[in-house]
């Protein structure tokens, strides 16, 4: 037997359940890995409790929880290619990794080799926010000299978008609450309240203009943008639903290049981004986790261990 995080029934935090499941075992065309670590983002819980969004994902009640995940791999099954017993991995498996084994099937599920030097919680917060990160900035075609303004930039995406842009060259603007602002200066970025009024306080700081932006969470940010004169195409959104205002461009981490988690490894390791781990969790406390992270406002990461 093994463990894993369960729900039988859509809902908050409270649904979850850490439940003695039967081991699964690697297949054909699977690895199996051992979770050392599980990355929590905020769609686990959007599809934990509203049935909608879980339908959109094809997830059915009962289910496992969370998508992030970083270990070692401990079982190779044949036709399974590209990972050998022993190997560090980190990766995406959809309502299944917050459990001690999780079963992937190579190469059309999410798994990468973990580089040495980077721990396995920091790896588990890099398929989702990381790649979306990558994702959002390609979209809007960042490039050195734009002034960008980043909604929701302290957040598990924001921090990511955050120091890429700043690696792009360009000047960073990012919506957050006050509590933050210290905590994104250290990144690069100037902060600037979020709500009523945004566009103006946006004008105060960019004078000459704004001339991309990136919303990463909602829909403020964009329309702020827009009513700042950014054309759309320079607008992204990871969270707007498929047809966001204006004709902005929605996007996600599944529209991050081939490249994108060895550009974000090798920043990491070359210092040139921190991932920051707002806190960790033992797997027993993973409603308590879940709840920190519904509270939005975290400063990083939530990880799980195991």
Same mark, same amino acid.
């Given at each position: ?9 859509? &809902? ?26 599980? !990355? ?17 994902? &094809? ?14 791999? *401990? ?11 022993? *190997?560090?991995?980190?990766? !995406?498996? /959809? ?7 999780? %079963? ?6 999410? /798994? ?20 979306? @990160? ?7 075609? /960042?490039?050195?000299? *734009?002034? %960008? /303004?980043? &909604?929701?930039?302290?957040?598990? %995406?924001?921090?990511?978008? %955050? ?22 200066? =250290? ?59 204006? &004709?902005?461009? @929605? ?33 027993? =406390? ?7 992270? @519904? !509270?939005?406002?975290?400063? !990083? ?6």
């Amino acid at each position: 037997m093994s463990r894993a995080v369960i729900y039988e029934t859509f &809902g908050g935090p409270e649904v979850l359940e850490l439940r003695e499941v039967p081991e699964p075992h690697a297949g054909p065309g699977e690895v199996r890995v051992r979770v050392a670590a599980a !990355g929590l983002n905020p769609m686990d819980l959007i599809i934990t409790s509203l049935p909608e969004a879980a339908e959109q994902f &094809g997830v059915t009640v009962p289910s496992g929880f969370g998508y992030d995940f970083a270990g070692v791999v *401990d079982e190779v099954s044949g036709g399974a290619t590209g990972f050998a017993v022993g *190997d560090r991995v980190y990766g !995406g498996a /959809l309502n299944r990794a917050t459990a001690d084994f999780v %079963v992937v099937k190579t190469p059309a599920e999410a /798994l990468w080799h973990t580089p040495e030097g980077i721990s396995d919680e920091v790896a588990a917060t890099l398929p989702v926010a990381g790649l979306t @990160a990558v994702a959002a900035l390609a979209a809007i075609d /960042l490039r050195s000299g *734009d002034t %960008v /303004l980043v &909604g929701g930039a302290a957040g598990g %995406v924001g921090v990511f978008a %955050v120091q890429l842009a700043k690696l792009a060259g360009a000047r960073v603007i990012g919506t957050a609450s006050e509590g933050t602002f210290e905590f994104l200066r =250290q990144f690069g970025a100037e902060p600037v309240a979020y709500g009523p009024g945004l566009a103006d306080r946006v004008r105060t700081l960019a004078p000459d203009g704004v001339t991309a932006a990136t919303d990463l969470f909602g829909t403020e940010t964009a329309e702020t943008a827009l009513a700042l004169g950014v054309p759309p195409e320079r607008i992204s959104t990871i969270a707007a639903g498929p047809t966001p205002p204006g &004709g902005v461009r @929605a996007t996600g981490g599944i529209d991050a290049g081939p490249d994108a988690p060895q550009r974000i490894t090798d920043a990491i390791l070359a210092g040139k981004i921190t991932v920051p781990i707002a806190a960790a969790f033992p797997i027993e =406390q993973t409603r308590d986790a879940v709840t920190l992270q @519904a !509270g939005r406002h975290v400063h !990083g990461k939530i990880v799980i261990t195991l």
